[in-house]
């Protein structure tokens, strides 16, 4: 179903959702995800995943900061 403008000409309904954008985020979602994931398995074991341990706030925390 097209809408009219005032002048009288069709114009195009667009979609509510746009896949390109859809698809650039959830790619852009996939690599840093990925990233993450990587970084956690580099670095977990020699920097721990203890929140109270010292070495937590230096690796992890810049996760939350960013």
Known sequence: MAA??????????????DM????FAFMLYTVFYMWVRWYEGVYGWSAGLDSFA???????MNFLYT
Do not use: I, N
Request: glycine share 8%.
């Open 20 to 23: 390109k954008w859809l698809t």
């Open 4 to 17: 009219t403008t005032v002048g009288g000409v069709a114009a195009q309904d667009k979609p509510l959702l």
């Open 54 to 60: 010292p070495e937590f706030e230096t690796y992890w």
